[in-house]
């Protein structure tokens, strides 16, 4: 899996390609988002458009991100392609109750109330 990380308004878009599984994606993403909330980031935008496959291992740690950015007054959103596969996993497992889905990041991104970037 890779993670390409770009910032936009004080806000981390995460963009996911590959294989989210257990020892392959779940690592490298705990390892990205405690980088970059250790860092100060408490936004976060994780764009799994270009996931072609998640795994449980996968989703636990995507909860885990969101778990622990809630505890430090953050979030984190989620961009989704509508209807895809990591889509119907999302609605199987009820986790649209849990994140706000969106369709492209500046959607995702626009509405966090955070201080835009002054550049």
């Known amino acids: 899996m890779e993670i390409e990380v770009t910032t936009q308004d004080n806000v981390s878009i995460l963009r996911f390609s590959g294989k989210m599984t257990i020892d392959v994606g779940d690592v490298l993403l705990r390892e990205r988002f405690e980088e970059l909330s250790g860092a100060g980031i408490r936004f976060f935008v994780f764009d799994l458009r270009e996931l072609f496959t998640l795994d449980s291992a996968g989703l ?22 509508e209807p895809s596969r990591i889509g119907e ?14 369709a492209d990041d500046h959607s995702a991104v626009t509405g966090f109330g955070v201080e835009p970037t002054v550049g």
């Open 60 to 81: 636990g740690e995507i909860i885990a991100c969101h778990k622990m950015a809630r505890e430090r007054g953050g979030r984190v959103r989620i961009v989704l392609e």
């Open 89 to 102: 996993f999302f609605s199987a497992a009820h986790l649209n109750r849990v994140f706000e889905l969106f």
